[in-house]
Every structure is written in C-alpha cells, then in structure tokens.
C-alpha cells in the first residue's frame, strides 16, 4: 500500500519505479514460468475416454502418444524408434523379444518405470471384465487370445519381466509387424499402483500418473484437454514446449478462423472442398499427404433388407467415387475400390471391386438391377437411414451420397452425433442401418484392415459380418510363414469381403493439416502422426 501511495503522488518517478517493480516480481518467478510455451492444438473431436485400454481413434492416440510413452514409439517422421525401451532383442525364431528398459525412464511422480509396469498393462487389456474393444490388436502374444477371450489366466500371457528394467515379450508365431504394435496406444504401460488405488478415476487430472513427455493436467469435456511438460521425463531437457492445449474442432471452418486469428498453432484437418482456396491463402501452411487409411460405410449386416449381399451391392455401384474425392474433398482424398488401400509392400494389387473400370452409367444399370431383383423399385423404394460423426467434409459427404442414391429412387435420411458418441454407438453393437466410418491402419500391412471384420472383433466389427471361409483365410494367414503365400491368402480374404461388401469402401485418406509458421518440425508422413516432443514453437 505504501508504495502504491507513493507512486501516485510523484508522477516523475513513476516510470521509474513501475520499472523496478516489474524487475523485482520477475526477478521472483521461475524462470519456466516467464519463459511458458503452450502449443494450442486443434484435434477434430473430444476424446472418449484416456483409458488407454478402452480408446480406439485417432483423437485419443494424438493425445496419449504425448503422454504416455511405450517400448518403442513414433518419431516426427513416423518411423519406429526406442521409446521406454534403450534397447532389445529378439530370438532366431523371431518369437521371443527382450527388451532392456531405460535407466531413466521415471513415471511424473517420479517412480522408476519398471517391466513389470508393462506385463500389468498386458495383463489388464486382456482382462476380459475390462473390455478393451481393441484387444485384439495384442493378440499376437502368446495366450493373449484365449485369455481375452476368458479361456486362459492373464496372467499366463507372454509378458515376463525378468528383472525390474528386463521385459520378455513371447509371441505365438513370428509377427514381422510386431513392433509397429508395440507403438500403438494398446501397448502402453500403466502406473500399476495408480490404477490399482483409484480403479477407473485413474484417468482424472487430479490421480494421474504417466511416463511420456506431458501430464494430464485439465480435463474439460467439449472445451479443452491440458497437458504439461513432465519434468521426470527422461528426455525432458529436449522438449521445447512446455504444455499443450488440445481442442475439440469439429467445425473445421471455425478452426479455420481460430488460427487465422492465432489462437490455433495447428488443426488436423480443413474443409476439403475449400482445399484450393485455403492454400492460396495460407500458402505452405496447408500440408497435405498420402494417409494409410480408408473411407468407408459400414453397413448393418444382421438387419433386413442390408443383410441381403444384392442390396449392398447396389449401394456401392451407384457412389460415384470420383466425384467425392474431386468435388468433395478437393483431391485430398483418392477413389476406393478396395478395403486395403494400394501401395503396401509385398501385398500387390488389393482385391479391387470388379466395377472399378465400368463408366457411373455402367454401374448405375446393374445397381437397378440389383435392386429390382432384391425387391425395391419405384413402388416400393428402398429406405436408408445413414448414421454419421458430424463434421462439415462428413456432412458433404454424406448429402452427395444420398443425392446419388436418390437416382435409383433409394431414399435416404440422414442422423448425426457428434464422434464420441458416434463411434461408442457402433461399438457397443447399436442399432443402425448404414453408418460412416474410416479406419488408419496401426500398422503397415493388410492384416491390419482385414482383422476388423473377423466374427470376433467384436467392437470393431460394425457391421456385425460373419462369414466362415473368411474367417479361416485370416486364420491360415496368422501362421502363414512364407510372405508370399501369406499375401495370396491375405487377397482371398479381401475378395471375399469385397465380394460382400459389409463395409462399403468409399476413400483412400490423405492428411490435410493446417501448421502455423510458428510451429517448427512438423514432418508429414503417412501415418499422420506429429507427437508434441518433436516439435518446436517459436513466440
């Protein structure tokens, strides 16, 4: 108070003395504190939950690549690199891994990270009361199945720690894909005592504990996530940004003026049909690239009429491809006529729909064929309700499909949610008739899309398909050691799925990122991934 009182009766010296003041409140602040660098990212949809256990999209793996950090991660470019592990093995089978954790690797309360904090991960998401609808991407440990599936005890799947910085990881065959597993949000580890005390609250900001460069710090549903800089990383002194605010965007073109504005640094996605229009203002800041994925509708296989394969058929003849890749999503996005999208190695050609080269005329003949002979026609139009997570590329899409389908007198409404809720829906097994979905491969092989319609992916396998011979293909493959017979038995499978279209391909993904200046380190690649660590924000 006094010197407030002092100042305001010596206006000559209050320059002066404002100076000294600001010097000396400086002067007590950590220096972290003056030099704060948050990162506001943009991240198309609110996570579900932060159990890693129980996410399955995209949105939650932005989030928990930064942090939680696994044996093996994804650098900037996408390629696989040691995480908490320094170092492993693996035998001349190629069936037993030994991993040789960190030295340093600490959890943020400061807890070493200990091998036995993984084999307690492994052991929980195979713990069938738990419900991990993602599983099955873990199964190629050994008993992982048969104890997910309630038939063996968790706690004699191939996850052995030897000592507290030694993992032993047994497979039931050879996975030459196996590590890119292990980067995946499945095969995280967990805080086993945190998990243990709190049960599911464990996610809450106020119990978390994790490993990986960032903490949960704030959890606002519909608003923002907050992650801050981990000091206990091991890697920490190399983490240029100190927090990170993660936001919900599904209108792309609201988050296209929040970063005109400067209140986004990135968002990881744009209105496609204004892609042209974007890059000629925003200039390099618009990245688009080539993404593992695929566009699809899953359609409801269990519920007449869609249970019948000539009513699918029909269904997909009459998208025209080229139209919503070119018109709606500006070329960011590449026709789909297959399940497994081109360009993986030592896969081929995938199992192309047999109309890939008829004209939209061609394909609309034998869809009204298809449909007269299923029952539908102008007396009695096939009705079609579409199901899809609302943003404005989904909305465009799914209009233009209906407007296609509109031609062979099919009609269809159309009903949307938002993603969490969407996508929680379809796992569970809700009801629906035709729904939107997509699918980013975890890792690069074409068993990676294939799996999700096995009879028993349940919670990936929407469209509730069951088709014997297709489930033995996958199963001939799984132990199919010679890459080239394994890839032949992996396209039969394809054929057959293609051949009864459950999902309905529409799209090969591309990425469409939008990265301020400010931003440094962002490397596109086709995985689309971008963890917070590697990158750097100028002020």
């Known amino acids: 108070m006094q010197i407030f009182t002092w100042l305001a009766g010596a206006a000559p010296l209050r320059s002066l003395a404002l100076a000294a003041i600001t010097m000396f409140a400086a002067s007590q602040l950590p220096a972290a504190a003056l030099a704060q660098i948050t990162y506001h990212r943009g991240n198309s949809a609110d996570p579900e939950t932060l159990d890693p256990h129980k ?6 793996a932005h989030i928990l690549r930064d942090v939680f950090e696994g044996l093996v991660i994804h650098n900037g470019a996408g390629d696989i690199v040691p995480g908490a592990a320094a170092s492993w093995a693996v035998s001349a089978n190629a069936t037993v891994y030994t991993f040789k954790l960190r030295d340093t690797a600490k959890w943020s309360n400061g807890d070493a990270v200990k091998a036995s904090d993984f084999v307690f991960a492994f052991r929980r998401i195979m713990t069938p009361e738990i419900g991990a609808k993602y599983a099955k991407i873990l199964y190629a440990l050994k008993g992982a199945e048969a104890a997910n599936k309630g038939k063996a005890n968790v706690e004699d799947i191939g996850a052995r720690a030897i000592d507290e910085r030694t993992l032993e990881l047994t497979l039931e065959r050879p996975t030459p894909y196996f590590l890119e597993l292990l980067a995946h949000q499945t095969a995280l580890p967990l805080h086993a005592a945190s998990v243990v005390r709190h049960g599911t609250t464990f996610v809450k900001p106020e119990n978390w504990v994790s490993n990986g460069p960032y903490v949960v710090t704030e959890n606002v549903p519909g608003s923002h996530i907050k992650t801050a800089k981990n000091p206990h990383f091991h890697d920490a002194a190399n983490v240029k940004i100190d927090a990170v605010m993660f936001y919900p965007t599904k209108d792309t073109a609201a988050a296209i003026r929040r970063f005109e504005a400067g209140e986004l640094h990135s968002n990881d996605d744009i209105p496609a049909d204004q892609v042209k229009a974007l890059q ?39 998208i025209d491809r080229e139209f919503l890749a070119e018109q709606i999503w500006g070329s960011t996005m590449v026709p789909g006529y297959s399940f497994v999208p081109p360009g993986i190695a030592g896969y081929g050609e995938p199992a192309y729909a047999e109309y890939k080269e008829l004209s939209p005329e061609e394909r609309e003949e034998q869809a009204k064929v298809l449909l007269n002979e299923a029952g539908f026609g102008p007396s009695n139009p096939l009705k079609v309700e579409i199901r899809f997570n609302m943003t404005d590329n989904n909305r465009a899409t799914v209009v233009a499909i209906a407007e296609q389908w509109k031609k062979l007198g099919i009609v269809a409404s159309q009903i949307h949610t938002d993603a969490k809720t969407h996508f929680a829906h379809l796992r569970e097994g809700g009801d629906f008739d035709v729904a939107r979905a997509g699918w980013i491969a975890d890792y690069s092989d074409p068993q990676g899309f294939l799996f999700l319609l096995e009879s028993d992916a349940v919670g990936l396998n929407y469209a509730k398909y069951k088709d014997l011979d297709y489930d033995d293909l996958m199963r001939k493959a799984a132990i199919e050691t010679v890459p ?56």
């Open 484 to 539: 080239e017979d394994r890839a032949r038995v992996l396209h039969a499978a394809e054929a057959i799925m293609m051949r009864d279209l459950p999902y309905i391909p529409v799209l090969y993904y591309g990425s469409k990122n939008l990265v301020s200046k400010k931003l440094t380190g962002w490397q596109s690649n086709l995985k689309d991934v971008h963890p917070t660590r590697f990158l750097a924000l100028a002020k």
């Open 280 to 318: 000629k203002k925003f200039g390099d800041q618009i990245k688009l690239a080539p993404f593992l994925g695929t566009y699809y509708l899953a359609i409801n296989t269990t519920k007449a009429p869609f249970n019948d394969v000539r009513v699918r058929q029909a269904l997909s003849l009459a």
């Open 55 to 60: 996410t399955s999209t995209v949105y939650e």
